[in-house]
């Protein structure tokens, strides 16, 4: 070899490693990550768990719905915010929605590591070095010979795993130096080899490695299960949220209402103590009643400014947005009223211990503690595996791919532990069955916790409903005492205290009546929420699964599924 075939060995080198990097940027890595993990979520995800939908982390700087509004840069809503717009913003920013999808993100990323110790890998090394070193013994320098070694390797790797523990692992390698160095010298080789292990007796290596294989698998479709309960419990808290803000508002208006009148009802009775008509005590009294109002409308309003703050956050939007909500969407559920719900509570316990998703991650943890004591049980007894290797070398020079498999060499073997020592494997095994009895308490607890949620959803359901009828009566009644006053405080049979008693009353059941309308459609949305047949849609808003809560009441199923439209 002349003395430039190094610097061209080094050069060649230098181009095939630019020419690496340049084709695996960060952005390729990112983008074959994410069609990796997106691919393993889309086959894991169940049609029962909801629609596929508001769980891609990359999605937050993209418009994807009619509901959409970008919130990247500080937003400008020209017109009053919809509940439909505020649960797609708050399904695409909010901060702990985000970090629910990446947690999801991350579990199945860690799927994709632990398949790739099975999965076909492609390898190749490039190792050049050139050393050329000079010593001075007194005033003479000697130079040393020149040591120039380059060495190029590339091949195939697999491992292969069944489920009763017996590992494979394959390779392929190419010697390919003489197309770096161009040097003749050299021979174009290839070796194959591969080892095997069949455990005969215990659990083995390749148990515990098919073990950890399937618990990641399972803990992807667990984390699905958990991030879409989520995403139940999230929507409901969202439209709850909203509602809430409506409600304050309605607040502020009852209470700016009810300050006027107390206005105009001060300047009557003062007009009235000219004329003798009052007496100086009720005026006063009406002044009181005025300052107190204007006090409440005061304080109302900076509740309400609170609770709108406090949306924004919700939604991630800067807290000095100007902000407005649709109050027609509190006015489409007054219209709407309530619904008495016709539901069988047994069959809504029997549906929820079916469909709540947190109830069957809690049993599949049940079924893997069972897997986890069996293999520890087999690491207490005698451990008998069967080996066996083989390497294979291909004839050299011109002859690459012609392996020359009558003179490999082939090795077969027997591998025993015998239990003398099993000291870990006890507390393995032990550890494991605790293990397994706090997962069978939890999973009752689950259950006892579920048929709690429920009862107490129905409950609540079913008092929300009956507040609602007794509030609207107790509304129409405070209205009529209002517009009788005037006619009563005219003949003298009431004074200003009872006007303004009535007109006390009058704010009051304003307020409840809107806090119980509030209130009985949070219990609704709770009540499918906690009987697992919440689904949230691509846009964010809610639908009842076609799973029935009473099997035997078809019409009431239907007329429910078509009345829990996201838009109540």
């Known amino acids: 070899m002349n003395k430039r075939q190094p610097i061209f060995a080094v050069c060649a080198v230098s181009a095939i490693v630019l020419t690496m990097v340049a084709g695996c940027s960060p952005d390729f890595h990112k983008a074959d990550a994410d069609k990796e993990v997106y691919k393993i979520i889309d086959a894991k995800w169940q049609d029962n768990f909801g629609q596929k939908a508001n769980y891609v982390i990359s999605d937050a700087n993209t418009i994807s719905t009619p509901n959409d509004v970008n919130v990247a840069k500080a937003?400008?809503?020209?017109?009053?915010?919809?509940?439909?717009?505020?649960?797609?913003?708050?399904?695409?920013?909010?901060r702990d929605y985000q970090f629910q999808k990446e947690e999801l993100y991350l579990q199945a990323l860690a799927l994709t590591g632990e398949r790739y110790k099975y999965a076909l890998k492609w390898f190749g090394t490039i190792d050049a070095e050139y050393n050329k070193n000079a010593v001075s013994p007194g005033n003479t320098i000697i130079e040393s010979p020149e040591n120039k070694t380059i060495k190029?390797?590339?091949?195939?790797?697999?491992?292969?795993?069944?489920?009763?523990?017996?590992?494979l692992n394959t390779s392929l390698v190419f010697d390919w130096t003489r197309f770096i160095t161009g040097d003749t010298r050299t021979t174009l080789s290839g070796v194959l080899s591969g080892t095997l292990d069949i455990p005969l007796l215990g659990k083995g290596a390749g148990k515990t490695a098919w073990e950890n294989l399937t618990q990641t698998e399972r803990n992807v479709l667990y984390q699905i299960r958990t991030?879409?309960?989520?995403?139940?419990?999230?929507?409901?808290d969202t439209i709850n949220a909203y509602y809430g803000v409506l409600q304050q508002r309605d607040g502020v208006t009852n209470a700016k209402n009810n300050w006027n009148s107390s206005v105009e009802y001060r300047k009557q009775a003062e007009m009235e103590a000219k004329t003798g008509r009052t007496a100086p005590y009720e005026v006063d009294q009406a002044r009181q009643r005025e300052l107190s109002a204007y006090d409440?409308?005061?304080?109302?309003?900076?509740?309400?400014?609170?609770?709108?703050?406090?949306?924004?956050?919700?939604l991630s939007l800067p807290v000095n947005t100007p902000l407005e909500l649709d109050q027609n969407e509190l006015r489409a559920l007054q219209n709407y009223g309530t619904t008495a719900p016709q539901y069988s509570i047994d069959d809504?316990?029997?549906?929820?211990?079916?469909?709540?998703?947190?109830?069957?991650?809690?049993?599949?943890?049940?079924?893997?503690?069972?897997?986890?004591?069996?293999?520890?049980?087999?690491?207490?007894?005698?451990?008998?595996?069967?080996t066996g290797s083989a390497n294979v070398n291909s004839q050299g020079n011109e002859h690459i791919d012609n392996f020359q498999f009558h003179r490999g060499t082939y090795n077969w073997g027997l591998s025993a532990d015998l239990p003398f020592d099993r000291k870990n494997q006890r507390n393995t095994y032990r550890q494991a069955l605790i293990t397994l009895e706090r997962q069978q308490r939890a999973y009752s607890q689950s259950v006892d916790s579920v048929v709690q949620d429920v009862r107490q959803a129905y409950r609540q359901l079913m008092a929300t409903a009956e507040q609602f009828i007794t509030q609207k009566k107790s509304l129409a009644i405070a209205e009529e005492r209002v517009k009788n006053m005037p006619?009563?405080?005219?003949?003298?049979?009431a004074k200003t205290?009872?006007?303004?008693?009535?007109?006390?009353?009058?704010?009051?059941?304003?307020?409840?009546?809107?806090?119980?309308?509030?209130?009985?459609?949070?219990?609704?949305?709770?009540?499918?929420?906690?009987?697992?047949?919440?689904?949230?849609k691509p846009d964010g808003m809610w639908t009842q699964s076609e799973t029935s809560v009473s099997r035997d009441q078809t019409n009431d199923r239907e007329q429910s599924k078509q009345s829990s439209e996201g838009n109540l």
């Open 227 to 236: 991030f879409n309960r989520y995403r139940q419990t999230f929507v409901v």
């Open 348 to 386: 809504a316990i029997e549906t929820a211990l079916s469909c709540r998703l947190d109830l069957v991650n809690s049993a599949d943890a049940v079924d893997d503690a069972q897997r986890k004591v069996k293999l520890a049980s087999e690491g207490l007894g005698p451990q008998l595996d069967l």
């Open 487 to 493: 006619l009563l405080l005219k003949s003298g049979r």
């Open 75 to 94: 937003p400008v809503f020209e017109e009053p915010l919809t509940l439909a717009q505020a649960v797609a913003i708050a399904t695409k920013y909010n």
């Open 152 to 167: 190029a390797e590339s091949g195939v790797e697999k491992t292969f795993i069944t489920p009763d523990g017996i590992l």
């Open 296 to 314: 409440s409308y005061v304080i109302t309003l900076q509740l309400y400014e609170q609770s709108l703050d406090s949306f924004k956050i919700r």
């Open 497 to 536: 205290r009872d006007l303004l008693d009535a007109q006390d009353s009058l704010l009051l059941a304003q307020n409840n009546l809107t806090s119980a309308l509030v209130g009985h459609t949070i219990a609704k949305l709770s009540f499918y929420r906690d009987v697992g047949i919440l689904q949230v």
